[in-house]
């Protein structure tokens, strides 16, 4: 079974500074999801990344797969209270198997 | 846009009950889930169907069951609930991967807390 690592577990900053959480496997993957799930939902789709090296930005957040493709980042510039969430990644080894998550980072942006 | 429907927020059930856990999607979706969600543990499958009629174990599937007897609707089912059975049960759905070069997102329903005492 593939496993996918998150670092950190929580973060905890205030409104206003840039972060980075990290996914991380010994695996190769085809493809990998990055997910934020608000408190009392389900987690929704940011960001689908499939080749190795890739960027892909979305408004104040940058997604990257590692060349290798057993490894991406999520940075996040100037967060705002509105980012507070849970941030899943999520791989899928092959075309058309099933996604392993991570464990997730916990994220809190404080006014 | 795709919704996800789970027809509970919260259930309470006794130890021992049998507990039937539905979802329905409206997309016409060919894939769906049912994960359960622990603190520090992520997302884990346990069940998922590609078809109706069909039913694949994902990585936990002890101690439960599914049905989909029609394409909108997986039903998870815990034959005789357990106190290890407290958690957050989370459904999805998603095209069929030949609909994509890559697979296909999932679409999440906002998940049944369920407290098995």
């Known amino acids: 079974t593939q496993l996918l690592e998150q670092s950190p577990q929580f973060l905890s900053i205030q409104e206003g500074e840039n972060l980075t959480v990290y996914c991380n496997s010994s695996s190769v993957f085809s493809s990998l999801q990055w997910y934020r799930q608000e408190p009392g939902e389900g987690p929704v789709l940011l960001v689908t990344?499939?080749?190795?090296?890739e960027v892909k930005k979305l408004k104040r957040l940058t997604f990257q797969f590692g060349d290798a493709r057993k490894d991406s980042s999520l940075h996040i510039t100037a967060a705002q209270p509105g980012d507070t969430g849970l941030y899943l990644c999520?791989?899928?080894?092959?075309?058309?198997?099933?996604?392993?998550f991570g464990p997730g980072t916990r994220l809190s942006v404080l006014p | 846009d795709v919704k996800v429907t789970q027809s509970s927020r919260y259930l309470v059930k006794r130890t021992g009950e049998k507990v039937f856990l539905e979802c329905v999607q409206d997309?016409?979706?060919?894939?769906m889930f049912w994960y359960r969600q622990d603190p520090g543990l992520g997302l884990r499958l346990i069940y998922f169907?590609?078809?109706?009629?069909?039913?694949e174990k994902g990585d936990i599937p002890e101690g439960y069951s599914v049905s989909r007897e029609k394409k909108e609707r997986f039903s998870l089912i815990l034959e005789s609930a357990s106190t290890n059975q407290t958690s957050m049960y989370l459904c999805a759905s998603s095209l069929s991967a030949v609909a994509y070069s890559y697979n296909s997102p999932l679409h999440f329903g906002n998940g049944t807390r369920l407290t098995v005492t």
């Open positions: 990344v499939v080749t190795g090296g």
């Open positions: 999520a791989g899928a080894a092959d075309y058309g198997q099933n996604f392993v």
């Open positions: 169907s590609y078809d109706v009629k069909m039913k």
């Open positions: 997309m016409d979706h060919e894939n």
